[in-house]
């Protein structure tokens, strides 16, 4: 097992794999804003930085590729992006799901959704070795990430599932305690981080 987790370590940071990751995020990133457009025509601009949640989120994950690219680490980026990617990826796929349960089977674009936001949570995982953040970096996602709950379900700015809409307070409620156990995932790798420093010398 060892063995094979060293292979795949080697595999995902490899320059090249690397490229090619960013090159694919690059264009889902792009992707989901174009998917946001109709939600954001609607929207008050003081609150376009909160509706495009998931490619925000992958945005986060492409800066973090950059910084390894270069060799340094962008600490707030790696927070920002392990909390956001594994809290919009499961996200998305229960809401997925759950709609699925509502209105039967999910459409080829509904399980493109699916595949695509549960990737972008498996990266997250997978580079969990190569993040350099501290507790501070954490802080920070931590704030941004709760003030994204409050503008999303107070504010009424949450993504738009419309046959789930009459779910809000339980969907807001389900997203403030995803929101906690991401923001202490983060923590431990924070708290972990010595035990990685050897691995994230592998560029």
């Known amino acids: 097992m060892r063995q094979l987790w060293t292979q795949l370590w080697f ?22 804003y174009i998917w946001y457009g109709g939600q954001l025509a609607n ?11 998931s490619p925000t989120a992958s945005l986060f994950f492409c800066l973090v590729i950059i910084g ?5 680490n962008y600490r707030l980026f790696e927070a920002l992006a ?3 990617l594994v809290k919009y990826g499961i996200w998305a796929d229960v809401m997925n799901f759950w709609t699925a349960y509502e209105t039967g089977p999910l459409s080829p674009i509904g399980w493109m959704l699916v595949v695509s936001h549960f990737a972008m949570a498996l990266q997250a995982v997978l580079y969990i ?14 704030v941004w990430t709760l003030h994204n709950d409050v503008i999303d379900y107070v504010f009424g700015q949450m993504p738009i599932y ?3 809409t009459k779910y809000a307070e339980y969907i ?15 923590f431990y790798v924070s708290k972990q981080r010595g035990l990685f420093a050897h691995m994230r010398n592998t560029r």
């Open 129 to 142: 070795p190569k993040y350099d953040f501290g507790y501070v970096s954490v802080a920070i996602a931590a």
């Open 82 to 84: 392990l909390i956001t």
């Open 172 to 186: 807001g409620y389900f997203t403030f305690w995803l929101s906690i156990f991401c923001i202490a995932l983060a």
């Open 11 to 32: 595999l995902l940071t490899h320059r090249t794999f690397l490229w090619l990751l960013l090159v694919v995020n690059i264009g889902g990133t792009i992707y989901g």
């Open 162 to 164: 419309r046959s789930i």
């Open 43 to 53: 929207t008050e601009p003081i609150f376009y930085l909160f509706v495009p949640d």
């Open 68 to 72: 390894w690219l270069r060799g340094t």
